[in-house]
């Protein structure tokens, strides 16, 4: 009687056991999924108080992959905290960690955004303009 009952929980067990998969992760711990759409959403521009130093909303060009945003008079680009919001599952390289500095408007600021899948690479060039 408890050899079956013991035989029957550990069938059980290794069923559940081989149906558990590994779920694929990437470097930073993010889960790898089989999304393929890679693209900004929306983008932000902080300023040091984190209050928003953009004048109007910024103009994303998924095809040309731009973002242009106009910012007030007077703002200090050296420290900045842009934010971005990406199709599900994508994530955003460098890192933001911090600060960043925008002040070379002669040469914007590049950041990729990788698809969910990790396979499709999208570079978006961030213009500042006053």
Same mark, same amino acid.
């Given at each position: ?8 929980f ?23 999924? @089989?999304?393929?759409?890679?693209? #900004?959403?929306?983008?932000?521009? *902080?300023? +040091? =108080? ?11 060009d ?11 008079? @007077?703002?200090?680009?050296?420290? #900045?905290?842009?934010?971005?919001? *990406?199709? +599900? =599952? ?13 002040s ?15 396979? #499709? ?10």
């Amino acid at each position: 009687m408890y050899s079956k009952i013991l035989c029957s929980f550990l069938v059980i067990s290794v069923l559940f056991a081989g149906c558990k998969k590994d779920l694929p992760v990437d470097e930073d711990g993010l889960l790898i999924t @089989g999304r393929a759409e890679c693209y #900004v959403g929306n983008f932000e521009l *902080l300023g +040091s =108080d984190f209050v928003t130093v953009r004048s109007k909303a910024a103009v994303i060009d998924t095809v040309a992959q731009t973002i242009n945003v106009e910012v007030l008079f @007077g703002t200090d680009l050296k420290n #900045v905290y842009p934010q971005f919001s *990406l199709a +599900s =599952d994508c994530k955003l390289e460098p890192k933001i960690v911090g600060k960043q500095d925008f002040s070379d408007l002669a040469n914007p600021k590049t950041f990729t955004v990788v698809s969910g899948n990790r396979l #499709v690479r999208k570079p978006y060039k961030v213009i500042v303009k006053f």
